[in-house]
């Protein structure tokens, strides 16, 4: 993706990012990172579309908390430079455990300014009642099937 078709600024993150696609764990170098995505480096980036959950935890002035960001392979590297190859993985929501922590992704990582009510969903995990979490749905106009 040339610089010119980006609607936001990538800021240079080299940091082991560890994302989940189709159940299967992996662990691999980012490269940059805005409000809207992620890159990360791949030498076999899976189809455009593909749902990635990368789970990522907060600075220590966060309490070192865990989040789940949910995305989709936006785009692909797949050229002949190695060092290139990987996947731009645009953000769709974020899941956490309490509403502080998605109001600091919001804000700190995903750069709006206030956390929309109306996008803020509530998630009761199947294996415990008593297991909440939360979920915010960031401002995109694209649709993730999720599976069977």
Known sequence: MSDDKRESARRPMFKVCRYNIEGREYADL???ISERGI???NYYPPPLGTKVTLSVTLPDEWG???IKIIGRVAWVDEGDDPHKRGMGI??????AETVPIIEYF???????????QKKLRTKTDTGDDSAESFEYDLD???EVEEPE
Do not use: G
């Open 39 to 41: 890159f990360i480096k």
């Open 90 to 95: 645009e953000f769709i929501s974020v899941q």
């Open 30 to 32: 980012s490269t940059n």
């Open 64 to 66: 070192n908390q865990p």
């Open 106 to 116: 919001v804000k700190e990582v995903y750069e709006q300014n206030q956390l929309k």
């Open 140 to 142: 995109l106009d694209i």
